[in-house]
């Protein structure tokens, strides 16, 4: 009786093949320079979105990670994956298997074991290329912060007819607005050059501050690092930090998509490299710290366009002191 108990638990555990379960993690990456954004990354049996409002192109340095890894799980056998592409503005989507025995081969390969010893996490990197293809890596990495890397395939997407509405959260419920797809490549690649003048009351400095670009660059830089910089994309907002003594005051400011590409449309005529010197996006604090505005100004023409600020409401204070 007992070796017909046993027969049928054995059997089982083979099937079942528990010592395939492992913690690991998923994320997309994309080739550099391709400029994408990726609405869903799902690798089989990882249900944790990841950052759908995030643009990636610069390849490694870069990884839009799932919110958290899966644990105790058999590797996934298969990848479905949509984006947007900048570069071309198309839509992509795309459903492939994976070779799960080769993964499970190299993984072990690479170190991989069910042993509950340090540094087991696996990760499952989607690379975005151009005109659709898709490389699937697996990488881990080493108590020495170095890493191994193996890709285990490329594959095809295909076009699609797609909105931008593939971006939406699970809570909207305005899933079929018109979105305007071509002002949003426009604030990402459009190029203009400019610099920053920044204008405080009499004494004070530049404390730790950023200046973010629309397409998701950001700049940080204090008193001495932001005079000279030329930038080349448009600005999204901006976070200013400024002090003198034990007095600090701060302002955010973000600008209205439509408004700061008509402006720097209309001003930016010439691609020649004077023209960043006759552009000039100041932002300017009154004496008393207590409003902050933002010019584009043309020292060529003496032009000037000013920007409201989208981030504040009639009740919100453009400047607050801080500690």
């Not at 056998?77 to 570069?87: H, M």
């Not at 397409?215 to 448009?234: A, E, M, P």
Request: aromatic share 14%.
């Amino acid at each position: 009786m007992l070796i017909l108990t046993l027969i049928p638990n054995i059997i089982q555990f083979y099937n079942y093949k528990s010592y395939e379960k492992h913690d690991w993690i998923s994320g997309v990456i994309s080739a550099q320079g391709n400029i994408v954004e990726v609405s869903d990354c799902e690798f089989k049996d990882n249900f944790y979105d990841i950052n759908k409002n995030m643009i990636l192109a610069d390849g490694w340095d870069k990884i839009n990670e799932s919110e958290r890894e899966t644990a105790d799980t058999f590797f996934p056998d298969s990848l479905s994956i949509k984006w947007f592409s900048y570069n071309e503005q198309k839509f992509y989507n795309g459903v492939f298997t994976l070779p799960y025995e080769k993964i499970v081969e190299k993984a072990l390969d690479m170190g991989i074991k069910n042993d509950y010893t340090s540094n087991k996490i696996l990760h499952f990197i989607a690379e975005v290329q151009p005109k659709g293809k898709v490389a699937v890596w697996i990488q881990k990495f080493n108590k020495d912060n170095t890493d191994l890397k193996f890709k285990i395939g490329t594959y095809q997407a295909k076009e699609i007819k797609g909105t931008w509405h593939i971006f939406d959260d699970r809570s909207e419920t305005d899933t079929i607005s018109n979105i305007n797809i071509a002002q949003k490549v426009a604030l990402v690649l459009e190029q203009h050059r400019y610099k920053l003048d920044i204008k405080l009351p009499n004494g004070y400095s530049l404390r730790d501050s950023s200046f973010d670009l629309f397409n998701q660059k950001i700049c940080f830089f204090n008193q001495s690092k932001w005079k000279d910089t030329i930038f080349n994309f448009l600005p999204q907002g901006f976070d200013l930090t400024w002090g003198k003594g034990n007095k600090n005051f701060r302002a955010g400011f973000c600008f209205y998509e439509n408004e700061v590409l008509k402006a720097f449309r209309k001003e930016y005529t010439t691609k020649e490299s004077s023209q960043a010197e006759e552009l000039i996006l100041e932002l300017i604090v009154n004496d008393n710290n207590d409003e902050i505005k933002v010019i584009l100004r043309n020292t060529k023409t003496n032009a000037e366009i000013i920007f409201k600020d989208k981030c504040k409401s009639q009740f919100d204070r453009s400047i607050i002191q801080i500690r």
